[in-house]
């Protein structure tokens, strides 16, 4: 087994883990492989709808990550799935790039689910490297709003759910 593999099945581990202590986030693994999953967040976020004055706020989220050949020396391909208004997030009709800032190989999985979990609610975010310049200019005159969910992600365990067993 080489190094990719081995780093791929830990991570594996790492989110199942982090998916039965959290009540707001689930992982769910795409294919037997792992290197293919889908992370759903229940936390607040905001959403822009139509003739509205102001962002809603929404508490379904999902991303696609895919470990690709190259990871971890380079950053797993993020893919955000739902309607999200985020400096850093775009939803999927505008690509649903994720911008997460510096990647280094270090960093585990679930810490960068965790990450961008914190970047929905808007605890994490920057206006200065912004994928969606509205949504950057709104944060800058809507900090005292800020953020929309102060929640911890973690602490939160499913119900039923037993820490550290299959």
């Known amino acids: 087994m080489d190094v990719r593999q081995r780093r791929i099945?830990?991570?594996?581990?790492?989110?199942?883990?982090?998916?039965?202590?959290?009540?707001?986030?689930?992982?769910?693994?795409?294919?037997?492989?792992?290197?293919?999953?889908?992370?759903?967040?229940?936390c607040k976020g905001l959403v822009w709808l139509p003739n509205r004055p102001r962002p809603s706020v929404i508490t379904k989220h999902a991303m696609e990550i895919y470990l690709h050949v190259n990871y971890p020396r380079m950053p797993p391909r993020l893919q955000w799935l739902t309607d999200i208004f985020h400096p850093n997030i775009l939803p999927p009709s505008r690509n649903g790039g994720i911008?997460?800032?510096?990647?280094?190989?270090a960093e585990t999985l679930d810490q960068l689910v965790l990450r961008i979990g914190e970047m929905v609610q808007y605890k994490n975010y920057s206006t200065k490297d912004a994928l969606n310049l509205e949504a950057a200019m709104w944060a800058e005159e809507n900090q005292a709003a800020l953020p929309v969910d102060v929640t911890p992600l973690l602490g939160q365990a499913k119900p039923n759910a037993a820490?550290?067993?299959?």
Do not use: H, M
């Not at 820490?163 to 299959?166: A, S, W």
């Open 9 to 42: 099945l830990a991570e594996r581990e790492l989110l199942r883990q982090l998916s039965k202590q959290s009540s707001l986030i689930e992982v769910v693994e795409l294919n037997n492989v792992g290197d293919k999953y889908c992370v759903f967040y229940k």
């Open 99 to 105: 911008c997460i800032g510096n990647w280094t190989p």
């Open 163 to 166: 820490i550290g067993v299959d």
